[in-house]
């Protein structure tokens, strides 16, 4: 079965500094990859996509995520971090033995300090 | 263009009574999914629709049903509540035409059952 995983399940990093945020993920076939953020009692915010193409991809409020096939990981990064960065962070993947369902790793809460 | 609505976006009710919730996707999205998300578990995929036919269905009990009109506007109900389908309930919606684009998500249901 297609997976996701997310080793970390807090990351903690002082604003302005660079953030990073681990996925590895388990398909066979093309991986389709996704990456969410959800703000406290709100829903799931789309931030970036790996279809096909470029190994860096660019989203959304500066995010952005580096697909290594080799490694199996989609890590999420931002050169500076921002207090307003701190929320939850979940990479999916899509599922197409299971009929393209968007599955999703537990999520990595991330803090940024001032 | 207006995003997805979920209502109720609160609610609370007792152990055997069933509740029913709703979703309006993005116009002109004809794909809706809903996934409960609870903090043991994380995201879990209940089902998703698409121009009324249900595509794909996660591993939840028989309890757990839903339907999507000609609208596309979606519901889901459950029935005969236990204390541990307290949760958030997220609808989104896509395109769905290809099954491979994200998802864009509401605000989700926070149901709790007492």
């Known amino acids: 079965a297609q997976s996701v995983a997310q080793p970390e399940d807090q990351v903690n990093v002082a604003e302005g500094n660079p953030l990073t945020v681990k996925c590895t993920y388990s398909?066979?076939?093309?991986?389709?990859l996704f990456w969410y953020v959800q703000y406290p009692n709100r829903g799931l915010q789309f931030l970036l996509k790996?279809?096909?193409?470029?190994?860096l991809v660019k989203g959304s409020y500066g995010f952005e995520a580096e697909f290594n096939k080799s490694q199996t990981s989609f890590h999420l990064k931002k050169p500076s971090a921002l207090v307003s960065d701190s929320a939850l962070y979940f990479c999916?993947?899509?599922?197409?033995?299971?009929?393209?369902?968007?599955?999703f790793g537990q999520g990595t809460e991330l803090s940024v300090k001032p | 263009k207006a995003g997805v609505t979920q209502t109720p976006r609160y609610l609370i009710k007792t152990r055997g009574q069933q509740v029913t919730l709703s979703c309006s996707p993005i116009?002109?999205?004809?794909?809706v999914s809903w996934y409960q998300q609870t903090p043991g578990q994380g995201l879990q995929f209940l089902f998703e629709?698409?121009?009324?036919?249900?595509?794909n269905k996660g591993n939840f009990p028989g309890r757990f049903s839903g339907r999507q009109f000609s609208n596309s506007r979606s519901e889901m109900n459950v029935s005969t509540l236990e204390l541990g389908d307290s949760a958030l309930y997220l609808c989104?919606?896509?395109?769905?035409?290809?099954?491979?684009?994200?998802?864009?998500f509401g605000e989700g249901s926070r149901l709790t059952v007492l």
């Open positions: 989104a919606s896509s395109s769905g035409a290809t099954n491979t684009g994200e998802l864009f």
């Open positions: 398909v066979s076939g093309n991986p389709y």
């Open positions: 790996y279809i096909t193409g470029d190994n």
């Open positions: 999916a993947v899509r599922d197409y033995n299971q009929g393209g369902k968007l599955i």
């Open positions: 116009s002109g999205h004809r794909s």
């Open positions: 629709y698409f121009s009324e036919t249900q595509r």
